[in-house]
Structures are given as C-alpha cells and as structure tokens.
C-alpha cells in the first residue's frame, strides 16, 4: 500500500515559479513510477508528466520545457518544478504511483491547487 500527499501549491503571478512535492509511505516506493496530472474547473484530467523508476521522464506538450520532474527516492519524494507558469496551469495538481508492473496508477493523492494570476 502507498499513500500519497502533494504540497507546495499555492497562487502565484503569471511567470513565477513553483514546485510541487509528492511524498509517499511505502518500502517500494523507488520502484514505483510516478505521474503528476491536473484538472482544471470544468475540464478533464490531464497528463501532465510521469517519471519511472529509473529517473526517465516524459511531457505533455503543454509543459514540455517548463515543467521538470524528479526524484529523490532517499526522502521517497517526487517533485514537478514548475517555470514559466501561464494562468492556463491553473488547475488541482495530482500525482499518482503505480507499481512497474502494472498498466494502470493504483495510488493517488488527494491534490494541491495551484492557481496562476495573469
């Protein structure tokens, strides 16, 4: 069993940064992959990123560039830096672990805001 706690979120001006954090409880958590998704009022989750267990990362193409992932599994800690922030980031940041065998995330957090003026 893995439970998962996001933080950092916040409001923040268009153009500042932030960073999220994702800390787990559980002994194979470093073996776990991690994805971070969000949804905005009135919208459909979305991908925002994911990191495996070995520290590959992939990007939705609305963050690419902006957003960063990583790791540190010593502290069993995910976090998603976030440059650049748009007002369009604005949304309930989750994340979300699953074991590397398995097809679907079976853990989730219960979300942070974060909210982006212009």
């Known amino acids: 069993q893995v439970q998962l706690v996001e933080s950092g979120g916040g409001l923040v001006q268009a153009g500042d940064s932030l960073r999220l954090a994702c800390a787990a409880s559980?002994?194979?958590?470093?073996?776990?992959?991690v994805a971070w998704f969000r949804q905005a009022p009135g919208k459909e989750r979305e991908f925002v990123g994911v990191i495996d267990w070995s520290g590959l990362t992939a990007y939705a193409d609305s963050v690419k560039g902006r957003f960063t992932i990583s790791r540190d599994n010593t502290k069993d800690t995910v976090f998603l830096q976030m440059n650049s922030l748009k007002p369009k980031d604005t949304a309930l940041y989750y994340c979300?672990?699953?074991?590397?065998?398995?097809?679907?995330?079976?853990?989730w957090g219960q979300g942070t805001q974060v909210t982006v003026s212009a």
């Open positions: 559980g002994r194979t958590f470093p073996t776990y992959t």
């Open positions: 979300a672990a699953r074991a590397r065998m398995e097809n679907e995330y079976q853990y």
